[in-house]
């Protein structure tokens, strides 16, 4: 069992937890996950370690509400615990002084850059953070990314906070008045498939986080594969984190949808549960 340390609802949707797991703090690293298990008969979910704590023991994890599993973490506070947590997963990002380096996060993606955005500033890069939302209430973890970056640009599609536009709009701006060395985009599947139109067209490495449906973390399931440079890969061990032109982007996108409905159905069946219960 894991107790949740500290609580924080960050938006609508949006949650922030410290959890308890000293094994996993002790040996997280940027760019890797853990796989969560709220009890008994819930499902495994991956989520990424946005922050660890070796001297208290705790593991940050921020999430959003997308399907049951999400809605059912989200109703957890301070105090409450969780089954298991397996972790932490996943390869590590490769954090090297590169030079320039910028990072662009989008949504609850934030909080995924977060680690890497930290690890490349103590290597001793200049870091350019970029943080993109539809709007202003969902641009979360401004303060850490700014602490840790040398630049920091918000984008948000109404305008309500930054510049109005998307990040590969920011991208843009920041090639086009310096020379950036290598960049990383952490968000929404679409939104990873043009950071990496943007950077390949300036001839920029970037790198993306895949987030297919994991199930065991293990690379025993098959679930979590994906068609990089040809060849299938396990996201869960030999990811998540890849080259973004070696991305087949159109496969992903594809699959990232294949149980929408089923997901969207068994959300909606939880909440009506949980008004019914209520009444």
Not at 153 to 181: F, P, Q, R, S
Request: aromatic share 6%.
């Amino acid at each position: 069992m894991h107790k949740i340390s500290k609580s924080k609802q960050l938006s609508e949707n949006e949650y922030d937890f410290w959890i308890n797991a000293p094994l996993i703090a002790s040996k997280a690293k940027p760019g890797q996950f853990v796989i969560l298990r709220i009890n008994e008969i819930g499902e495994r979910i991956p989520l990424t370690i946005a922050d660890a704590d070796d001297s208290s023991g705790n593991i940050r994890l921020v999430f959003q509400v997308i399907g049951k599993t999400t809605a059912e973490l989200g109703k957890l506070t301070t105090g409450d615990t969780i089954l298991d947590l397996t972790g932490p997963l996943g390869m590590p990002t490769e954090i090297k002084k590169y030079g320039t380096v910028m990072i662009a996060g989008g949504g609850v993606g934030i909080a995924a850059i977060l680690p890497i955005v930290k690890g490349l500033k103590n290597a001793g890069n200049r870091v350019i953070t970029i943080l993109g939302a539809k709007t202003a209430e969902l641009v979360i973890l401004q303060k850490e990314c700014r602490e840790y970056s040398d630049e920091l640009i918000i984008a948000t599609d109404d305008g309500t906070l930054g510049m109005k536009g998307l990040v590969t709009a920011a991208m843009e701006h920041v090639i086009n008045k310096e020379t950036v060395h290598c960049c990383w985009a952490i968000g929404p599947s679409m939104m990873m498939k043009f950071c990496t139109l943007t950077a390949t067209k300036h001839e920029v490495p970037i790198f993306v986080s895949l987030n297919p449906i994991m199930i065991d973390g293990t690379g025993m399931c098959g679930g979590c594969r994906v068609t990089i440079d040809g060849s299938i890969k396990f996201a869960c061990v030999d990811g998540p984190e890849f080259k973004g032109t070696e991305v087949n982007w159109d496969e992903f996108i594809s699959r990232m949808k294949q149980y929408k409905t089923e997901e969207e159905t068994c959300l909606a069946g939880y909440q009506k549960a949980q008004v019914i219960n209520r009444g």
